[in-house]
């Protein structure tokens, strides 16, 4: 298979996967650790993200999974 073709592919399954609904962990962060919210993603280990409110968290968190995923297929 062509590159070109492979990477379409994957650009694809990356849309696919970024478009299911995935469970997310969010919970404040005491002062020592900076203080806001971090949210990680349960089905995705290690993927995790921080913002001062938990909106910013879970927004963040979109493109800590999308990285996640890219680097996962």
Do not use: H, Q
């Not at 492979?6 to 997310?24: H, Q, V």
């Not at 962060?29 to 806001?36: K, M, R, V, Y």
């Not at 990680?40 to 963040?60: H, K, L, Q």
Request: aromatic letters at 6%; a negative charge; proline letters at 4%.
């Amino acid at each position: 298979m062509k590159a070109g073709v492979n990477s379409g592919m994957r650009k694809k399954e990356l849309k696919d996967y970024m478009s299911l609904k995935y469970r997310i962990n969010l919970r404040p962060l005491s002062e020592d650790d900076g203080g806001g919210w971090l949210a990680e993603g349960v089905e995705f280990p290690g993927c995790m993200s921080d913002g001062e409110t938990p909106e910013e968290a879970i927004r963040n968190l979109e493109g800590a999974k999308e990285a996640w995923i890219s680097v996962s297929l």
